[in-house]
């Protein structure tokens, strides 16, 4: 019995120790991060911007990195284990990131274990807020020097910072170059050694009483000898835009065209004015600060460019896309000869671009003009194709119908009076029947007139026939005309028959 109690003891005993054992790991282990903002301690560059991390209860976080020229953002999702936060990043503004460590010594206070752009590895942030300290061990606070020996209005620049570290902005009117690293100082000179962007030179500037630096050697812009002072302010004179010229006065785009450069230029390019872009209508195009114009919908609109005092307006259009089809309000299209006509045609969508070429497959047939409009040259059939700007084409037929009948009869035909020879002879008429071009027989249509009915008489459709009466061989003329009443009444050319006695 006593044994039993004495195993129960250990049992019990050895539960209540894993149990502690177990709520003091989780304790010790678990630290509870969400809700809390974390600022660097290291003040950067000097002012009372930190960089930031907060992190979210729902697991995710966002962190301000300040670098020399102001905010990135990093983003993503957090997650703790022992004395580490390990944070994912899902988006960021500078860098490649995928991961940032942060070991935490306690819940107050986090170390930076990954290199950052403004926060370097080792940097300590903390839950309580305090302005960086400066360190004078470089005899240097945050301070801009400036050059000036230039006159541009962009001016070369070293941020020398108390953290050891500097940026060289060597730039003019037609670019920058920057250079970062870190300094010391050796007497009255200071020493730089720059990143990739240096390529391993060192550059250096000598300390003078008055408190400026003087260059050592050539940057690029900034050359040896030149002199930088940070009580020298960048030039704040202005100088006013005195002209604004645009590629083109009208522009056009087709839809979904982006980023589409207006190339407008103000002189002088100096000028402290800047450009800026007004539309009218901004459902048809918007235009970026730099000038980039993207379409947005089919139609037309202005653009106000000003500089200044000085303002010019260009015209946009934003044409659709295709056309995908071109159509015709008449075709085939009939005409007749030494007539004009025209082919009216329109792309489809009747957004697109109704700019259109037109060009005739027989010109000796129908010629065509560039808007359109046909001329009937002999009676014929021929085609025009129409081509749209994007090449989509469509054919259009033309008939050239003739106003005159054609006649097919031997002129000065030899007949004997009153031996009863007869003249054959066919009349056509040129027309168009579904599209084509046809000789039309109407011979029966015709009838015969001469002032010697003595002699020459019509006998039936289609023949002429000698008669008698005539005393002496002579030509007898005639012609022949449509007497039926109907709307063509034309009158042929006059023949002749030369009538023997």
């Given at each position: 019995m006593k044994k039993r109690i004495a195993s129960v003891f250990i049992l019990l005993l050895t539960v209540?120790?894993?149990?502690?054992?177990?709520?003091?790991?989780?304790e010790t282990a678990g630290y509870?991060?969400?809700?809390?903002?974390?600022?660097?301690?290291?003040?950067?560059?000097?002012n009372d911007e930190h960089s930031k991390i907060w992190f979210g209860?729902?697991?995710?976080?966002?962190?301000?990195?300040?670098?020399?020229?102001?905010y990135y953002e990093i983003s993503g999702t957090w997650k703790v284990s022992e004395n580490v936060v390990t944070l994912d990043v899902t988006e960021t503004g500078v860098g490649e990131f995928q991961k940032i460590i942060f070991e935490i010594e306690d819940e107050d206070t986090l170390l930076l274990k990954t290199t950052l752009a403004g926060s370097l590895e080792g940097y300590i942030f903390s839950t309580t807020e305090t302005k960086g300290s400066s360190t004078t061990e470089n005899d240097f606070t945050y301070t801009n020097y400036y050059n000036i020996s230039q006159s541009s209005t962009k001016v070369s620049r070293v941020e020398i910072r108390s953290d050891g570290s500097f940026a060289f902005i060597d730039q003019n009117d037609f670019g920058i170059t920057e250079i970062n690293g870190t300094f010391k100082k050796e007497g009255d000179v200071l020493k730089m050694t720059g990143d990739e962007f240096s390529k391993g030179k060192e550059f250096e500037f000598l300390v003078q009483k008055d408190g400026t630096l003087k260059l050592q050697n050539d940057i690029g812009?900034?050359?040896?000898?030149?002199?930088?002072s940070k009580d020298y302010k960048p030039s704040s004179a202005k100088v006013p835009c005195t002209g604004l010229t645009s590629l083109y006065n009208n522009y056009w785009a087709t839809e979904g065209v982006k980023n589409y450069d207006l190339e407008v230029k103000a002189t002088p390019?100096?000028?402290?004015?800047?450009?800026?872009?007004t539309v009218e209508d901004e459902s048809v195009v918007t235009v970026s600060a730099d000038g980039k114009a993207s379409t947005v919908g089919v139609g037309k609109t202005k653009i106000h460019i000003k500089c200044g005092d000085i303002e010019r307006v260009v015209g946009f259009e934003t044409r659709a896309k295709g056309p995908s089809?071109?159509?015709?309000?008449?075709?085939?299209?009939?005409?007749?000869?030494?007539?004009s006509g025209k082919i009216k045609a329109k792309a489809l969508p009747e957004t697109a671009d109704q700019t259109l070429t037109y060009e005739s497959s027989d010109k000796s047939i129908v010629t065509v003009d560039k808007d359109g409009n046909l001329f009937g040259v002999s009676p014929g059939n021929a085609?025009?194709?129409?081509?749209?700007?994007?090449?989509?084409?469509?054919?259009?037929k033309v008939c050239v119908e003739g106003e005159t009948v054609i006649f097919e009869i031997e002129n000065y035909a030899k007949v004997k009076a009153q031996s009863g020879d007869l003249i054959p002879f066919k009349a056509y008429l040129i027309a168009c029947y579904d599209g084509s071009v046809n000789k039309q027989d109407v011979t029966e249509w015709v009838d015969f007139h001469t002032a010697y009915t003595s002699a020459l008489t019509l006998k039936?459709?289609?023949?002429?026939?000698?008669?008698?009466?005539i005393y002496e061989t002579f030509d007898c003329p005639f012609y022949f005309e449509f007497s039926d009443g109907s709307s063509l009444h034309v009158v042929s050319d006059t023949y002749y028959a030369h009538i023997e006695k």
């Open positions: 209540l120790l894993c149990l502690s054992g177990c709520t003091k790991k989780e509870d991060l969400s809700g809390k903002t974390y600022y660097s301690t290291v003040d950067d560059y000097g209860k729902d697991g995710s976080f966002v962190m301000k990195d300040n670098f020399y020229d102001g812009v900034s050359a040896t000898g030149d002199i930088f390019e100096n000028t402290t004015d800047v450009i800026t872009y089809s071109i159509t015709f309000d008449e075709n085939p299209v009939y005409i007749y000869f030494n007539n085609e025009v194709t129409v081509k749209a700007v994007n090449g989509t084409s469509a054919v259009c039936s459709p289609g023949y002429l026939c000698a008669s008698g009466g």
